[in-house]
């Protein structure tokens, strides 16, 4: 199977939405509205076109990432622009077979690309690491809200990006935390 990582255009938004949506039908730890918050990040102040990336196998669209710009905000009220990785989505039938973690380093190479320090993540704890991913506490970093540590993670794409940067994770309104 050739698979093929590139910039989502227009034309593949329908397309994404069955993906995503499907990809997180069965999950259990998740609000099942990851489809529509990927049409609502798309249309905020956070979205970077050049960070939504679809994975094409065969000519169709089996999977899609997603970063969007967010803030950590010191407890000096100082602002630090970062990513969130969310979501990350592959067609079930094509789970499994590593086009998750392409997209993941696809992404991350073209955050750092574009000058980006580090991406935040809230996720599965034996799944990121493999990543470089680090628990977020470890940076200093908080989310918004309760979840466990193991699920808070915090990558950096350039060294010691987060070196003097903590604080508290401000999403856009587009991920309708509040």
């Keep these: 199977m050739n698979v093929t990582i590139r910039t989502e255009i227009e034309h593949d938004f329908k397309a994404v939405y069955d993906v995503v949506r499907n990809a997180f039908k069965n999950e ?13 990040l798309r249309r905020s102040d956070a979205f970077v076109p050049g960070l939504s ?25 100082k602002r630090h622009t970062s990513l969130a990785l969310a979501p990350v ?9 590593g086009i998750g973690g392409k997209l993941i380093e696809a992404a991350h190479q073209k955050a750092k690309d574009l ?17 470089g991913y ?7 970093i908080r989310l918004p809200f309760d979840i466990p540590d193991a699920n808070c993670m915090a990558i950096e794409l350039q060294e ?19």
């Design 28 to 40: 259990a730890y998740s609000d099942h509205d990851e489809h529509n918050l990927v049409g609502r």
């Design 53 to 77: 990336l679809v994975a094409e196998a065969d000519g169709d669209i089996v999977g899609h990432i997603l970063l969007t710009e967010i803030a950590i905000v010191d407890d000096n009220g």
């Design 89 to 97: 989505a592959v067609s079930p039938r094509f789970q499994g077979k």
């Design 115 to 131: 000058g980006y320090g580090s991406v935040v993540v809230v996720g599965h704890e034996h799944y990121y690491p493999k990543f």
């Design 134 to 140: 680090r628990q977020a506490k470890e940076f200093g």
């Design 160 to 178: 010691n990006a987060l070196q003097h940067i903590n604080g508290l994770v401000q999403y856009p309104q587009a991920f309708n935390l509040e």
